[in-house]
């Protein structure tokens, strides 16, 4: 069992940064592939950006390319989404979520553990 508790998100004016923090309390979080997903209201959960275990791979939804970083610290066990140049449409609640092997890393589906999510919020 997996548990991810994210953390770092709140409110923030467009063009600003934020970092989003998603902490594992699993032994082996080295051997999990991870992902970044997000939920605006009225909208499906989509995806953001993924990370394989090492962190030497990673992949990004084309909307967040060039602006937002995914990376990982397996000695910390914890995942990272720095954002940066925020628009008012990255607004949603943020999720980090485990999978058990880097395939098919952009669907919801490919990932078994979700953490509660995190409210980012981007005025304009």
């Known amino acids: 069992q997996v548990q991810l508790v994210e953390s770092g998100g709140g409110l923030v004016q467009a063009g600003g940064s934020l970092r989003l923090s998603c902490a594992a309390s699993?032994?082996?979080?080295?051997?999990?592939?991870m992902g970044w997903f997000r939920q605006a209201p009225g909208k499906e959960r989509e995806f953001v950006a993924a990370i394989n275990r090492s962190g030497g791979s990673t992949s990004y939804a084309d909307s967040v390319k060039g602006r937002f970083t995914i990376s990982r610290d397996n000695a910390k066990n914890t995942v990272y989404l720095q954002m940066n140049s925020l628009k008012p449409e990255d607004t949603a609640v943020y999720y980090c979520?485990?999978?058990?092997?880097?395939?098919?890393?952009?669907?919801?589906?490919?990932?078994?553990?979700w953490g509660q999510g995190t409210q980012v919020t981007v005025s304009s």
């Open positions: 699993v032994r082996t979080f080295g051997s999990y592939p």
């Open positions: 979520a485990a999978a058990p092997s880097y395939s098919s890393w952009w669907l919801r589906t490919a990932y078994d553990y």
